[in-house]
Structure formats: structure tokens, C-alpha cells
């Protein structure tokens, strides 16, 4: 049974399909065999799809309805070889990296992901953008930043857990976002550390200071994190 569209914490969908931690309509769709617009915009999915804020930000628990796999036939001859290729379906990673001082620009970086090395240079903006396979569920990001930082030799590594972003309505989607923009420690679980950086979030933005996560504060915390 679906928990209902208004309870943060409560799964969503009546399919038989259970998200994991860690998944996304993208990386469940991969695993199926299925594009992830065509789950999105099944009829049997339309609960999921307006209690969620986007298809990569599932909660697990939630159930996605798979629609039977279409038959498809192609005349081949006989005795001759024939190459059929399955599309690929990657996703797009994209990363900004900031300081205190705004975004760094012009930053050499190594990406690893699903065995794959990816270098490049951050944009004017501070952003970072290379396609992945959609179910990827770690990466390793390596900064280096000794155009910047004459006296950090050392490279900055950051362990990414792709997948792991719930909504925003939810505390743990909430506590995330917080974390990323540096307004809670990553280890302090105490619910009193999550209310105070709440309450200086609502400060910073203008919102009504209750220490309660609203519908106004979730909607902030997308629009300030950038997801």
C-alpha cells in the first residue's frame, strides 16, 4: 500500500518493482530494460511520478510499475552473421565546485567512474559535466588545486555516492542538502543539530524561522542546492 502523496517518508507507488537504496528511476530502468520516460509516464506509475520531485529522487521503498516488454521482430537472412546493437541510455553527471570565494573555475580534476577515467577542467562557472552509466552507484573525484592554492600540494579526493539523494521533503533528503551546503556536520546525527541547521537556513533565505521542514523549506533547499 502507498503511503500517500503528503507523508515526506512514506513510499510511494503500488508496482511490484521496490526501489533500493542507492536507485533511481534511471538506474532501475537501465536494469529493466525499459527507457526511464517510458516508467515515468506509465499510468500505473502516475502516483510516483506527482509525489516525487523527479525520477532521481526516489525514496526506498517506493514501488515503479513495469508495463509488459513489447515483442520486437526483425528479418534476418539465414547463414549470414548480424550485429544488433542495444542503445545505451547514460546519464549526465554534473558537478559544481565552490569555495568560499565562489565557484573555481579553470580546476583540473580526474573523475573515475564504473572503471572509467574521466580528466577535464572545470567551466567559468565552476562546473563539471561527463555522461555515466545510468546505474553507476560510486565515483571518486580527484581536484587538484595547485593552480589555486600555492600551498596545497596535496589533491583533494571526494568519494561520490551517486543515487543517494532523496527529496527534499524528506528528512533524509533534507539532512543531505544541508550537509552539501555546509550547514550541518555529515556525522552529527542529533536531532537538535538538524533543527538548528534548519533554522539557519530559514534565516539565510528569508523564510519563516520555524526549525520545521515545510513545503517552503524543501522548495528552498532544491533551489539553493541546485537539485
Known sequence: MSGGKGAAGAPLGTGRRVVEPGECLASIAEREGFFWQTLWAHRDNAELAA?????????????????LKRERQVACETDRRHVFRRRGVPERL???????????????????????ELRGTTDEHGYLEHWIP?????????????????????????????????PSSSLAGARARLVNLELLDAHDRR?????????????ALGLPVSGE????????????HGS
Not at 509525489?51 to 508495463?67: H, K
Not at 513545503?215 to 539553493?224: F, G, I, Q, S
Open 94 to 116: 554534473r558537478i559544481c565546485l565552490e569555495d568560499e570565494r565562489g565557484p573555481r573555475a579553470k580546476v583540473d580534476y580526474l573523475l573515475e567512474v564504473a572503471g572509467v
Open 134 to 166: 545510468a546505474d553507476a552507484r560510486r565515483g571518486l573525484l580527484t581536484v587538484d588545486p595547485g593552480r589555486e592554492q600555492l600551498f596545497a600540494p596535496e589533491p583533494e579526493i571526494y568519494e561520490l555516492e551517486l543515487g543517494r539523494l532523496g
Open 191 to 203: 536531532e537538535e543539530a538538524f533543527t538548528n541547521a534548519l533554522i539557519a537556513f530559514q534565516r
Open 213 to 224: 521542514l515545510d513545503v517552503a523549506t524543501a522548495a528552498a533547499l532544491v533551489e539553493a
Open 51 to 67: 509525489g516525487r520531485e523527479s525520477p532521481y529522487l526516489l525514496l526506498p521503498g517506493d514501488r515503479v510499475a513495469l508495463p
